[in-house]
């Protein structure tokens, strides 16, 4: 049996409706979202954003979806439950929201539009409504936050591909180690992990939908490893280097990343010791993961536990960040958010060390928050001598 990564018109539905009550909670009557990630949420229409607006755009009682004429054909074949606004081009000589003001009419309410809605879009569409109030609003982003079960599905999936992805990479510098082959460079080995997943979907899943991003991450080794967020080189990973696999992927749409350090032969004292100091930090900041916590507080637990041991200054980022249609979204499992976490919600945990001259000590998991606990959907293994390869 195949894997099928749509989700059916019914879920769309109930998206919508769910939106539409927040809505008319809020006092809005029209709201348009532009971003890639919202228009996939709402309609499960993939696109590659570029300057041609794309908006879905819901009333009352109605879904729009504004599309250029290129995308017509597409929009179709993706999603049908929408009743299509066309326009020609961009800047156009009939402009987008022109063609938009004209099929909704004389608007005088309220329109809504998310917070990410750059000041020139918001514009233009206060132009073509001029009697109508332009109000930010978080409604789509907040109900973003805690999954649906189908979403939940999509999740599992994508953790287990990427858990997939680090045994890949993992299994391919061990061959290489273990015979005396030339080890293949870092953008080789991306290469090869990217081909896994796509491959994986290909042979397993049915209706893949294709988005930017969908398997990916970064490869790196060496005193590099040591950037937080180094891109793949021509280097070749040596024997004495740690090495960082940081691999997700996105199935129907859902994000989950598996990340993995890994050590090339045997460890020396300093790379044992930032490497389970790592270790024990990330299982702290899932923990960390409970309903009824903040994220804050979650951040602050695995934080604490580096400055608890003077390695604080090796760490230059939070605990994690919330995932859904995109990798990074919120909530974000920081001391800046006092989101409380609640069953349903998905996100990373990964805080690291990251210690010049030596190399970077990085583990992460995509976790989902249940009403038992934290649940880690990656399961790659991680104690140390499970990470030592050749």
Known sequence: MTFNQRLSAEFYARVQRDIRAKMSQQGIDVLILDSNDDVVYTTGFSHYSNERPIAVVLTATTTYLLIPELERHHASAQYDD???????????????????????????????????????????????????????????????????????????????????????????????????????TEIEIENYIISHALETMQNEHEDIMYVAGIAGGLVYSGLRSAFPHGMPTAHRPQRGESMILSLGCR???????????????????????????????????????????????????????????????????RVGHGMGVMFHEPPWVEGGDETVLLPGMVCSSEPALYVPGLGGFRLADTVLVTASGPESLTNYPRKLDEVILG
Do not use: W
């Open 82 to 184: 929408a009743e299509l606004v066309v326009y020609f081009e961009f800047p156009g000589r009939d402009p987008a929201f022109a063609v938009l003001a004209r099929t909704l009419g004389n608007l005088k309410g309220t329109i809504g539009h998310s917070f990410g809605m750059s000041n020139g879009r918001v514009a233009q569409i206060q132009r073509a409504f001029p009697n109508a109030r332009m109000a930010a609003t978080s409604l789509v982003s907040v109900q973003r936050y805690i999954k649906y079960p189908e979403e939940l599905v999509l999740h599992r999936e994508a953790a287990r591909i990427s858990d997939s992805m680090v045994n890949a990479g993992a299994e391919l510098i061990s061959e290489a180690l273990r015979t005396g082959k030339t080890m293949p």
């Open 251 to 317: 199935v129907g749409g859902r994000a989950a990343e598996s990340e993995r350090t890994f050590i090339l032969g045997e460890p020396n004292a300093e790379q044992e010791k930032f490497y389970n100091l790592s270790q024990e930090a990330q299982a702290i900041g899932t923990a960390g993961l409970q309903p009824g916590a903040t994220c804050s507080s979650a951040d602050d637990r695995a934080l604490n536990f580096y400055r608890d041991h003077g390695v604080f200054q090796f760490c230059p980022h």
